[in-house]
């Protein structure tokens, strides 16, 4: 059998990268075979490099809501660059990039920039720590938090698909502070509260969960975990680095309609450029350095390209409100077309869709929770997977991911990804 070039680039990579990748889950580790090298990308498609195109539904883990290289980034970046690539020292857009976050999602009253998810979630949590003076905070089982030692603990995505509950590398005191709570099932907070009386500094949860495959927030379950948070003074934290800018123009909080104390933001934010944020009430945010103790900082926050991406998406999106009603139309086709093909093969899969965010579930139980998302079998969407490869459509490579689509997204490309939804199924069952 002729070797790809993908495979001699990955069997080179392995030797000087550790599994070959910078990060886990494009390892394909969770569906076996050897991982697609991407030599470029161009709106709704990707080409390998032997050539192969795909039409794809991972926008780089959610950031291309317009598919890939769409002209206005690329202009903004190229103008950007002319200019210079980093000072150290604020720039004009980085103020019009804070009021424009401020404007679309009014709950962020300041933000501060950083360069990614990771950091924007364990800023916000020591925001939280040093402004209630209070160490421990909750995290859902399932929820994905980037990789900072304290949200390792029975961590989404990347942790959840190689079964690392808890990596190795943090420490008991690390864990400790960390207190394990069930999505959509309040009683397992009003326990922890209980029982860490006047000790909790924070909640973080998905609103909208992305990395355990997608499952919707239940209404009731939201409201009271915002009136607990409250009468305890435990800072509400929704980690938005997904769902910012994806579910609508506000993220999830407007689709919700729930304020939260604090909010991070990740993804989309950066518009495939390396960038996150954390912002939301004035008083928890003037708290952080120089306007307040909390220390924090990043010799490239706020980067120019990075801003000038970010910010040519953002501005896109208070233009164009139209974006979520066709992204609404196009995942809806998507959603009825895989429903219609699974009714027609007999087998009653989770289909899970919140906007442009969806995922299937190799399980015939309604997944509402964590327990409900591990319950898939995760061999036979490996199986899936390579199904749909075969047929141009490239998905994540892993059943706890979710699959986005982005405004890209063609007529043929949807109908052609329920063509081979169809056969893909009917192939492995
Ligand atoms: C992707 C993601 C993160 C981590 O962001 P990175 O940029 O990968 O560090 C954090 N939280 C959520 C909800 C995410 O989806």
């Not at 790809?4 to 394909?28: D, M, Q, W």
């Not at 969770?30 to 926008?59: A, R």
């Not at 029975?154 to 190689?162: E, H, I, N, P, Q």
């Not at 952080?288 to 801003?307: D, H, R």
Request: proline fraction near 4%; include cysteine; aromatic fraction near 10%.
């Amino acid at each position: 059998m002729n070797t790809t070039k993908s495979e001699k680039l990955f069997e080179e990579a392995k030797e000087y990268i550790p599994g070959g990748v910078n990060s886990p889950v494009r390892a394909f580790r969770s569906v076996g075979g050897t991982p697609l090298f991407i030599k470029k990308g161009y709106g709704s498609k990707i080409e390998d490099v032997d050539g192969n195109e795909y039409v794809e539904y991972i926008g780089s883990w959610g950031p291309h809501l317009f598919g890939h290289n769409p002209d206005f980034i690329k202009d903004a970046l190229i103008k950007s660059i002319e200019m210079g690539t980093s000072f150290g020292a604020p720039t004009e857009l980085e103020v019009k990039m804070a009021k424009l976050i401020s404007e679309l999602v009014p709950s962020v009253q300041m933000v501060r920039m950083v360069n990614s998810g990771t950091e924007a979630t364990m800023s916000a949590i020591r925001a939280a720590r040093g402004y209630t003076k209070k160490e421990k905070f909750i995290k859902f089982e399932g929820c994905y938090h980037g990789h900072a030692d304290y949200f390792l603990i029975k961590a989404g995505s990347g942790a959840l698909t190689l079964g690392v509950p808890t990596s190795p590398g943090v420490t008991k005191g690390n864990a400790a502070d960390t207190l394990l709570g069930d999505f959509n099932h309040i009683e397992s907070i009003k326990k922890l509260v209980q029982s860490n009386k006047g000790e909790i500094a924070a909640v973080i949860i998905e609103p909208v969960a992305g990395n355990m495959g997608v499952i919707e927030m239940k209404k009731e379950f939201l409201k009271e975990l915002k009136q607990i948070c409250q009468e305890e003074k435990i800072v509400l934290i929704f980690d938005e680095v997904m769902t910012g800018f994806r579910v609508t123009s506000g993220g999830a909080q407007k689709l919700l309609g729930v304020e939260p104390d604090l909010t991070t933001f990740g993804k989309i934010i950066g518009a495939g450029l390396p960038v996150g944020a954390f912002g939301g009430k004035k008083e928890i945010m003037e708290m952080v350095a120089p306007s307040g103790p909390i220390y924090q900082a990043g010799t490239l926050s706020g980067n120019p390209l990075a801003m000038s991406a970010g910010y040519a998406a953002l501005t896109y999106i208070k233009e164009h409100p139209e974006v979520y009603a066709i992204l609404e139309e196009k995942s809806k086709y998507l959603e009825m077309g895989m429903k219609e093909n699974l009714k027609k093969l007999g087998k009653n899969y989770a289909l899970n869709r919140v906007a442009s965010m969806m995922a299937m579930f190799f399980t015939e139980r309604p997944v509402t929770d964590y327990e409900g998302a591990v319950s898939s079998n995760t061999e036979l969407y490996g199986k899936y997977f390579h199904e749909m490869l075969k047929r141009g459509i490239y998905l994540a490579p892993a059943q706890f991911e979710a699959m986005f689509v982005s405004t890209a997204h063609t007529k043929d490309d949807l109908e052609k990804t329920v063509k081979a939804h169809y056969e893909s199924i009917k192939a492995i069952i």
